[in-house]
């Protein structure tokens, strides 16, 4: 098991931006994972997957709400996964949750992932 954790949440006004950050413990890890991503949640509704990337080769995927808006990315010497969110709408408004998958479902299957984190809150108003 891997141990994720979110931050770089907060509250932001309409049109503006955040990045979150996951730092992924290596301890418990018994190999690197393919792909980690983002998914996010409201209460009452489904799992949201957003951002996925392929850790060793950088290769991203996005879900359409978020395309062009949000951007993935890792810094694999720290452990680090991040969302740069620009142009952040109320409808944004959600708990992030990082995720790490070895069978790459981030986008398609977010409710049933290997690992995620306890998840950083993010609110926007307008």
């Known amino acids: 098991q891997a141990r994720l954790v979110e931050s770089g949440g907060g509250s932001v006004q309409a049109g503006g931006s955040l990045r979150l950050s996951c730092e992924a413990s290596l301890s418990t890890a018994t190999h690197t994972p393919d792909c980690m991503g983002w998914f996010r949640q409201v209460p009452e509704k489904e799992r949201e997957g957003l951002a996925m990337?392929?850790?060793?080769?950088?290769?991203?995927y996005y879900a359409d709400s978020v395309k062009g808006r949000f951007t993935i990315s890792r810094d694999n010497a720290k452990n680090t996964l991040y969302l740069r969110m620009n142009k952040l709408e109320p409808e944004d408004t959600a708990t992030y949750y990082c995720?790490?998958?070895?069978?790459?479902?981030?986008?398609?299957?977010?409710?049933?992932?290997?690992?995620w984190g306890q998840g950083t809150l993010v609110t926007v108003s307008s």
């Open positions: 995720a790490a998958d070895q069978r790459c479902r981030i986008l398609y299957a977010p409710a049933v992932l290997d690992e």
């Open positions: 990337i392929y850790v060793r080769n950088g290769n991203d």
